[in-house]
Structure formats: structure tokens, C-alpha cells
């Protein structure tokens, strides 16, 4: 089993900046994807950014340039720095993971709110 929390989420003002965290545990060993994916009330999920074990990223079009993904393999830990946020961004934020894709295991989920 792979256990994945997220942490960080809250309200913040259209240009401001957060950081989201995300702990995993369980047997991870063999996971050579992570990434961060979002849902917003009408619409789809869709992952915002992903990052494989030999460090190749993917980021989604919308966060290009404001948004990076990295991890610490030594905490088991993987962050989403997110600047320049903008109400657009306002989603559920989950992180998840994969084997090739992060798209097997999942956390809960968190809520980002961008608002003035």
C-alpha cells in the first residue's frame, strides 16, 4: 500500500505564493512518478505537474512558469511551489503517484483558494 497526505493548502490573495507538501509512505520504492493534479467544481481533473524518478517534468500549460514541482528523496516528500497564483487556480490540489504516470495511488486531496 502507498500512503500519500497533503498539506499546505489554505487561502491566498491573486498573486500571492504557496507551497504544497506531500508525505509518502508504504512501498513507494518502486514509484518512478509523482505529480500534482487539481479539480475544480465543472471540470475535469487534470495534472498540473509530474516528475519521474530520472527528473524528466511535465507542467501543464496554465502554470508553465509560475508553478515548479520537486521532491526530497530523503523525506519522502514532494512539494508544488506555486507563485503568482491566480483565481483560476482555485482547486482541490491531490498528489499522486505511479509506477510510469502518477495516476495509481492517491491522497485526499486539498483545497487551494485564490480570492481577493
Not at 85 to 106: F, I, M, N, R
Request: hydrophobic share 35%; proline share 3%.
Amino acid at each position: 500500500q502507498v500512503q500519500l497526505v497533503e498539506s499546505g493548502g489554505g487561502l491566498v490573495q491573486p498573486g500571492e505564493s504557496l507551497t504544497l507538501s506531500c508525505a509518502a509512505s508504504g512501498n513507494i520504492w518502486d514509484l518512478n512518478a509523482m505529480g500534482w493534479w487539481r479539480q475544480s467544481p465543472g471540470k475535469e481533473r487534470e495534472v498540473v505537474a509530474a516528475m519521474k524518478s530520472g527528473g524528466s517534468t511535465y507542467y501543464h500549460d496554465s502554470v508553465k512558469g509560475r508553478f515548479r514541482i520537486s521532491r526530497d528523496n530523503a523525506q519522502n516528500t514532494m512539494y508544488l511551489q506555486m507563485i503568482s497564483l491566480q483565481p483560476d487556480d482555485t482547486a482541490v490540489y491531490l498528489c499522486a503517484s505511479g509506477h510510469s504516470w502518477p495516476d495509481e495511488y492517491w491522497g485526499q486531496g486539498i483545497q487551494v483558494n485564490v480570492s481577493s
